[in-house]
């Protein structure tokens, strides 16, 4: 097949050779482009990053780039981009057997491009879209405070929701957002593949870091204040990975004693801190999958989670997450004080149930070959 994903973000490599991945969505389509390259003639287009690239061995295809002026760290022009966008499927699309666009951007752009080749939307995450109101809401918070961007964005999530329902077929990452997409999109059209890790791209190393928490400041579901009330003056060592406008916020508030920031890290560097960490905590209150949760087991973590659907659907029944009750942040401190009083023989038994689970459920090759199967139906 000729594949062409669309991300408006897409992982690529900085002017040190380090691989930058700006979110699970977007790590979602790198991986599953790599695998899928091995038997598919795969193009990925995405926006143009200044000093990127793309390395043969780690990017096993082409990369299309559009000029957009949101990097990992800066707001997009998103109306200006999705036309350009628009004007750049227009003009390729034909080359395509089928177009992969993960959600939003490139979807509305799809929408109007009018292109007639086969599209199978990715979308990972759907922020309440029922009803209105609390569309608006979730977007306001989404953008920073701001009502009117909040409205943009809500009615620019129900304009992609309401193009996806018109596809021949819709791929999304878990149970939770299967329920909630089904609201907008035919159950019949809806598949579910998951998300993945490369278990030899993971290690584990000595332990001397009690707890990390990884997420995105400006992202308030992430709920990384919480973990901060839990975990501050006690004597558990907690790192929190992640930048964003909330972390000045944040680190007045909390830094010092038993917390540190790190602020924004290489993925490479995540990958180090996650080898050294005992614990990983992710206290979100709504998530599309919670990959996090997968690369700390990966890393030898115990994790403890809020017990929310999505990270329910990355346990799979196999009791090798700890959950807690979402926004209890005396929750978070007795379960990491419980997992940290483990046994090293109970430690262990854990870790190896989580190989064993990434092993059946989570491998980025599984998650590829459902993909591909999807993707050959509509073809």
């Known amino acids: 097949m000729r594949i062409?994903?669309?991300?408006?973000?897409?992982?690529?490599?900085?002017?040190?050779?380090?691989?930058?991945?700006?979110?699970?969505?977007?790590?979602?389509?790198?991986?599953?482009?790599?695998?899928?390259?091995?038997?598919?003639?795969?193009?990925?287009?995405?926006?143009?990053?200044?000093?990127?690239?793309?390395p043969n061995d780690q990017f096993p295809f082409k990369v299309r780039t559009v000029d957009n002026r949101k990097t990992s760290a800066h707001r997009s022009e998103d109306l200006r981009f999705a036309i350009r966008l628009a004007k750049e499927l227009r003009r390729i699309s034909q080359q395509f057997d089928v177009i992969v666009p993960q959600t939003f951007i490139p979807?509305?752009?799809?929408?109007?491009?009018?292109?007639?080749?086969a599209v199978v939307p990715i979308v990972h995450d759907v922020y309440q879209p029922l009803p209105f109101a609390n569309g608006i809401a979730t977007w306001r918070d989404?953008?920073?405070?701001?009502?009117?961007?909040?409205?943009?964005?809500?009615?620019l999530e129900r304009l992609c929701l309401h193009y996806s329902s018109t596809c021949p077929a819709v791929i999304t990452v878990s149970n939770s957002s299967f329920e909630l997409l089904k609201h907008w999109i035919p159950q019949g059209k809806i598949r579910i593949t998951g998300n993945g890790v490369y278990l030899s791209e993971f290690k584990e190393d000595v332990k001397d870091i009690d707890v990390i928490c990884i997420g995105r400041f400006d992202a308030p579901y992430k709920n990384i204040d919480t973990v901060c009330d839990g975990l501050f003056g006690t004597d558990i060592q907690t790192l929190v990975v992640g930048d964003g406008?909330?972390?000045?916020?944040?680190?007045?508030?909390?830094?010092?004693?038993?917390?540190?920031?790190?602020?924004y890290v290489s993925e490479?560097?995540?990958?180090?801190?996650?080898?050294?960490?005992?614990?990983?905590?992710?206290?979100?209150?709504?998530?599309?999958?919670?990959?996090?949760?997968?690369?700390?087991?990966?890393?030898?973590?115990?994790?403890a989670a809020s017990d929310i659907p999505a990270h329910r659907f990355v346990d799979q029944g196999s009791n090798v997450i700890k959950f807690f009750t979402v926004g209890d942040s005396k929750a978070i401190r007795s379960s990491v004080i419980e997992l940290l009083r483990l046994q090293n023989t109970e430690r262990e038994k854990i870790r190896q149930r989580a190989r064993a689970l990434i092993t059946q459920h989570w491998q980025w090759r599984e998650i590829a070959r459902k993909t591909e199967l999807i993707l050959e139906s509509v073809v």
Do not use: D
């Open 268 to 303: 490479a560097k995540k990958r180090e801190l996650l080898s050294r960490s005992k614990i990983l905590v992710s206290a979100s209150s709504k998530e599309g999958f919670g990959i996090t949760l997968l690369e700390g087991l990966a890393s030898g973590c115990l994790v």
């Open 142 to 155: 989404l953008q920073g405070g701001n009502t009117l961007r909040g409205l943009e964005g809500c009615l």
């Open 245 to 263: 406008k909330l972390r000045p916020v944040l680190e007045r508030r909390y830094a010092g004693k038993n917390i540190q920031f790190t602020g």
């Open 4 to 54: 062409l994903l669309v991300s408006e973000l897409f992982p690529f490599c900085n002017a040190a050779g380090e691989l930058q991945i700006p979110g699970g969505g977007e790590n979602h389509m790198y991986a599953v482009g790599r695998e899928l390259a091995s038997r598919n003639q795969v193009t990925v287009l995405t926006s143009r990053v200044p000093n990127a690239s793309y």
């Open 107 to 117: 979807i509305f752009s799809l929408f109007l491009s009018r292109t007639k080749v």
